[in-house]
């Protein structure tokens, strides 16, 4: 595995832990333990022409792709999953936290976003209330209002578009979790 940051390459990326260590009240001498030393996200270089054909797919849209999480070593899973537990809970933090193969410490996974074009602003993918029931692919499928509509056609976007190259759902089946097998 040779990790390599996102943004050498034109990408957007973000470490979701970095940017929201204080909404976790993860400490930065704590993520630096856990290997994690800036807010850039990093996977495996392999996964780079896969991303910028994400790009090129998503273009025609009016999109790119974000990465809001890539590259966790073990360390950071369990300083995560520690914060979860302290405060959501250890099922919630469970029904979508994977300590067990810990599929982001391969540096082959990504948590991934939408971002418009025109304005370089993130998509809204999701109404918050509805958390975390609609982390999942298909929690707006059955609703027939605008907003739901909405929210539905920008995960199928997004879902389809990395599993056209070959990428795969997580475990969880979260809207935004995707692994290229090796």
């Not at 991934?112 to 602003?121: E, V």
């Not at 209002?145 to 929210?151: I, L, N, P, S, V």
Request: negative net charge; proline residues 3%.
């Amino acid at each position: 595995m040779k990790l390599v940051s996102t943004a050498d390459y034109g990408i957007k990326g973000v470490n979701h832990y970095w940017v929201k260590r204080g909404f976790y009240q993860i400490s930065e001498e704590e993520l630096n333990v856990a290997g994690v030393w800036d807010d850039k996200a990093y996977v495996d270089e392999s996964l780079i022409s896969y991303l910028k054909k994400a790009n090129e797919t998503l273009k025609p849209h009016g999109y790119e792709i974000v990465v809001k999480d890539a590259y966790r070593s073990p360390e950071l899973y369990r300083l995560i999953q520690e914060k979860r537990y302290a405060k959501f809970g250890k099922e919630q933090t469970d029904r979508i936290l994977n300590t067990v193969t810990m599929p982001h410490s391969n540096g082959r996974t990504i948590d991934a976003s939408l971002i418009d074009i025109k304005t370089g602003n993130e998509v809204p993918m999701r109404n918050k209330t509805d958390d975390p029931d609609n982390f999942f692919i298909d929690y707006y499928r059955d609703r027939n209002d605008a907003e739901g509509r909405e929210y539905q056609r920008l995960q199928d976007l997004l879902v389809e578009t990395m599993l056209s190259l070959g990428f795969k759902l997580g475990s969880k089946n979260e809207f935004w979790h995707f692994e290229l097998p090796s």
